[in-house]
């Protein structure tokens, strides 16, 4: 069916800078949205910043803003994330969203999107 790859995670100095990847792929899946959520050991799966990929609208987090920035290659169906000014707080295991249901908003709930990948820890020192 359809698979959602990730990578690009790591262990960071705090000001530094890392670039997440996800692809997602699949016969006959097309994405419509794709979305970054972060989660952190006892917490709740928080969204970051989601993409709709017909047009490139986006909508970040307030915790982001200025700091991340989403990217979108439509031809192979992947997004980058761009983490700038990385502070110790943004540590976290980051998880890949996509969802190809034509929600008229881009979703920021995690039960909006059907197909995730693997996660990738982030680290963050200070």
């Known amino acids: 069916q359809v698979q959602v790859v990730e990578s690009g995670g790591g262990l960071v100095q705090a000001g530094g800078s890392l670039r997440l990847s996800c692809a997602a792929s699949?016969?006959?899946?097309?994405?419509?949205?794709m979305a970054w959520f972060r989660q952190s050991p006892g917490k709740e799966r928080d969204f970051v910043v989601g993409?709709?990929?017909?047009?490139?609208?986006?909508n970040y987090a307030d915790s982001v803003k200025g700091r991340f920035t989403i990217s979108r290659d439509n031809a192979k169906n992947t997004v980058y994330l761009q983490m700038n000014s990385l502070k110790p707080e943004d540590t976290a295991v980051y998880y890949c969203a996509a969802t190809a249901a034509l929600y008229a908003r881009i979703p920021t709930t995690h039960h909006e999107y059907n197909w995730w990948g693997q996660g990738t820890q982030v680290t963050v020192s200070s």
């Open positions: 699949g016969r006959t899946f097309s994405p419509y949205y």
């Open positions: 993409i709709r990929l017909s047009g490139g609208s986006t």
